[in-house]
């Protein structure tokens, strides 16, 4: 039988190559977002694609999604907490604290209510499987991202947690973190560096790519396919891991 698989933030950027990844692998698939034109767009494109406007950040609108997707699939096997957002770029004396708790209210408290609920039903697969998008982020300390970054860390200690916790249940759970990925949301972080450090676009994102090997930003496709190969038999052995996908970026401790 298919996989049945909810992913959160899937009507753009990785998210949606996530779902479009999924659903070509045969697996059955639900996503949910905020932008309700962007999941008709996706819907149109997949056939059999499920999807549900939901706020992560509203614990209502999660605990109304979760079993609306479990029965829609008719029943859960993979969960890809994937929502996330950026928040602004300032200096922690500088950063606005509503923002800071916009941020962590959907980037960590929308993924443990998202997973929290979700547990029972992955108890029931016969092979769970919860992915949790972090980021570089959540391996280095980048100035002026603070949010952000405590977020991303939590998301990693998060993921321990739950690899530990569930491991009894045949649940695994793995972390992915991408660094540059190609796409609107890295570009309005280096204007966001940009218009900080006084130099060009173009200048934040050399200097961004100097200390990869790789010099280049990350296809979200590639996180896709991770992804799906996380969720299947051939990472059946792989639990409570951080999985870098970032072109091999290094940076001082």
Not at 74 to 91: C, F, K, R, S, W
């Given at each position: 039988?298919?996989?049945?698989?909810?992913?959160?933030?899937?009507?753009?950027?990785?998210?949606?190559?996530?779902?479009?990844?999924?659903?070509?692998?045969?697996?059955?698939?639900?996503?949910?977002?905020?932008?309700?034109?962007?999941?008709?767009?996706?819907?149109?494109?997949?056939?059999?694609?499920?999807?549900?406007?939901?706020?992560?950040?509203r614990r209502a609108d999660v605990e109304r999604?979760?079993?609306?997707?479990?029965?829609?699939?008719?029943?859960?096997?993979?969960?890809?907490?994937?929502?996330?957002?950026?928040?602004?770029?300032?200096?922690?004396?500088?950063?606005?604290?509503?923002?800071?708790?916009?941020?962590?209210?959907?980037?960590?408290?929308?993924?443990?209510?998202?997973?929290?609920?979700?547990?029972?039903?992955?108890?029931?697969?016969?092979?769970?499987?919860?992915?949790?998008?972090?980021?570089?982020?959540?391996?280095?300390?980048?100035?002026?991202?603070?949010?952000?970054?405590?977020?991303?860390?939590?998301?990693?200690?998060?993921?321990?947690?739950?690899?530990?916790?569930?491991?009894?249940?045949?649940?695994?759970?793995?972390?992915?973190?991408?660094?540059?990925?190609?796409?609107?949301?890295?570009?309005?972080?280096?204007?966001?560096?940009?218009?900080?450090?006084?130099?060009?676009?173009?200048?934040?994102?050399?200097?961004?790519?100097?200390?990869?090997?790789?010099?280049?930003?990350?296809?979200?496709?590639?996180?896709?396919?991770?992804?799906?190969?996380?969720?299947?038999?051939?990472?059946?052995?792989?639990?409570?891991?951080?999985?870098?996908?970032?072109?091999?970026?290094?940076?001082?401790?």
């Open positions: 039988m298919s996989q049945g698989v909810l992913v959160t933030a899937g009507a753009s950027g990785i998210g949606r190559e996530i779902a479009r990844a999924f659903a070509a692998a045969g697996a059955r698939v639900f996503v949910v977002d905020l932008d309700a034109d962007g999941l008709a767009v996706l819907a149109d494109e997949i056939p059999g694609l499920r999807t549900a406007v939901c706020d992560l950040s999604m979760v079993p609306q997707a479990v029965e829609a699939l008719g029943g859960l096997d993979v969960l890809v907490n994937n929502a996330g957002i950026a928040g602004p770029t300032a200096p922690v004396e500088e950063y606005d604290p509503d923002a800071w708790d916009e941020v962590v209210q959907v980037n960590l408290t929308g993924t443990f209510n998202t997973t929290r609920l979700a547990i029972p039903h992955l108890k029931k697969s016969s092979a769970g499987v919860i992915i949790i998008m972090s980021s570089m982020a959540g391996r280095f300390g980048y100035p002026n991202r603070s949010a952000y970054c405590a977020t991303k860390w939590g998301l990693i200690g998060l993921t321990k947690t739950l690899a530990q916790e569930l491991g009894a249940f045949g649940i695994r759970a793995n972390a992915i973190l991408p660094g540059c990925v190609a796409g609107p949301r890295i570009e309005k972080v280096f204007e966001g560096r940009a218009s900080l450090s006084g130099r060009s676009v173009e200048e934040e994102i050399s200097d961004a790519l100097s200390n990869q090997s790789l010099q280049r930003l990350v296809d979200p496709r590639d996180v896709a396919a991770l992804a799906v190969y996380l969720a299947s038999d051939a990472a059946k052995s792989i639990s409570g891991q951080m999985l870098p996908i970032d072109n091999d970026t290094q940076q001082a401790s």
